[in-house]
């Protein structure tokens, strides 16, 4: 399975898949408020801003998945429904956990939304450990929106200490 970088040309399709994904996992388990937040609109704006670091996979038009890193952070992972059960998200997730080790990290982490199990069972499965629940400050079009979540953490490498 190959994953790519992210074309410009595919920053709606991308965020169509975020937001249908979003919907699925998250709108009947956080706030109203956020989810009124969370927009098509707002998902194509973050894929436009973070370009750069969004990988896909699937052919150009027609992505089966992507990932977005933010630093030290798996900031997204979302795979297509039609894509379930496949291997995308294990080869997206993947692909990830070499692009942060490549860029030095050693300890990756991520936000699960707090009853996302779906979520939750895969990370752990790919090695992940909940590291806790911690607050965390949501960016919105309305302003900040404070909410827990589980934060998982994986160490990608070793610390050298020769």
Sequence with gaps: MRIRPAEASETAVLARLWDDGWQDAHAAIL?????RARTLESFAERIEASLDDVRTT???GAPLGFTMLKGDELNQLYVSAKAYGTRVAAALIADAE??????G???????????????????????????????????????????????YEKRLASIDRG
């Excluded at 706030?31 to 989810?35: E, G, R, Y």
């Excluded at 070499?98 to 860029?103: E, T, Y």
């Excluded at 050693?106 to 939750?120: K, M, S």
């Design 31 to 35: 706030p109203a408020a956020l989810a």
């Design 98 to 103: 070499a692009r942060l080790l490549h860029r």
């Design 58 to 60: 699937g052919p150009i």
């Design 105 to 151: 990290v050693a300890t990756a982490w991520l936000h699960c939304a707090i009853g996302n199990l779906r979520a939750a069972r895969f990370y752990e499965k790919s090695g992940w450990r909940r590291a806790g629940t911690v607050a965390c400050r949501l960016d919105t079009a309305q302003g900040p929106f404070d909410i827990d979540i589980w934060r």
